[in-house]
């Protein structure tokens, strides 16, 4: 038997993070006096143009992936830093989204960027119910909008969620050579040890940026590393230089259990061999020419690589 229009709205609504596109409506046999009948009751809300929330006011981040490539069409995905976004690669960021659509595909629509994209089946993927471009084809379309350390942190983040592997990216970027965003995906990828800069915080970043500013050598960023029974997360790691830096945040270290936890870990790295400093939010953010300073005579110019640092 047919299905009832509610339970066929909710059935498509259960699979597009509540939402459903007028022309899924029409393509099931409901009329346009029907669609129009239930936005005047308020039972479809629309959302972005021909897709509708289903009796909801549901601001989800995936709905509204999910509704912007709705209003493109049935063979529209995600693409560039919306795909980086659905992924989990970068953060979420309000704006318009990057949809992309079959060459001769539909234009412009209200809070959408439209690609016209020949995509190859390989660079087709979903995530949790959303169409979107695989990685590889997400970073390099996402290049040129980047900024070089965004572009290695994006890096970083999809090979820390196995979604990246540098020697497969390399090998897809073989047949992109002419593409927009290839070489800089490249580069970084030859240039960047991918997966040694994640940082997790603002501040962590902030010092990151500052030891680039001071051209000291990369460290290595949350590092796991073996000191006697313990496996202390460290910060930033020189290994070639015998060198941890710990970064306070503004409040985490206000509270007694975690300030004797940091003292231990301090107390296990130090045996270990590694000199330990410590640099608050103020410090970095506020007074980083005396942290500078202060490890300007611990690290010695970049004349080791920190490939030949012993771990």
């Not at 999809?158 to 992109?176: E, G, K, M, W």
């Not at 270990?272 to 953010?285: E, I, M, Q, S």
């Amino acid at each position: 038997m047919p299905l009832h229009p509610d339970t066929l709205i909710a059935d498509l609504a259960s699979r597009q993070h509540g939402r459903v596109a007028r022309r899924q409506l029409l393509g099931r046999g409901l009329s346009d006096a029907w669609v129009k009948r239930r936005v005047r009751s308020g039972h479809l809300i629309p959302e972005f143009p021909g897709v509708y929330l289903v009796g909801h006011r549901n601001p989800s981040i995936d709905g509204r992936l999910i509704s912007a490539a709705l209003t493109c069409g049935a063979r529209a995905r995600l693409t560039h830093l919306s795909t980086l976004m659905a992924l989990r690669v970068i953060p979420y960021a309000p704006g318009a989204v990057h949809v992309a659509v079959p060459p001769g595909g539909p234009h412009e629509r209200r809070g959408v960027i439209v690609h016209r994209l020949a995509l190859d089946i390989g660079e087709r993927t979903s995530v949790r119910g959303l169409p979107c471009t695989s990685v590889d084809r997400a970073l390099m379309d996402s290049a040129p909008l980047l900024s070089r350390r965004q572009l290695e942190r994006a890096c970083d983040e999809a090979a820390f969620l196995n979604l990246l592997s540098p020697t497969r990216a390399r090998q897809y970027l073989a047949t992109r050579a002419g593409y927009r965003g290839a070489a800089l995906l490249r580069s970084v990828l030859d240039e960047h040890d991918v997966g040694t800069t994640r940082t997790m915080s603002e501040l962590e970043e902030r010092f990151l940026a500052l030891c680039d500013e001071a051209g000291f050598p990369r460290p290595v960023v949350n590092q796991w590393t073996q000191t006697g029974s313990d496996v202390p997360k460290l910060d930033f790691v020189w290994f070639a230089f015998g060198l941890v830096v710990e970064t306070d945040g503004r409040a985490a270290h206000d509270i007694v259990t975690v300030q004797r936890r940091d003292a231990r870990r301090d107390a296990v790295t130090g045996i270990a061999g590694f000199h330990v400093l410590r640099f608050t939010w103020w410090d970095v953010t506020r007074d980083g020419h005396r942290v500078i300073a202060t490890l300007r005579p611990l690290l010695c110019p970049a004349s080791r690589r920190l490939s030949d640092r012993g771990r």
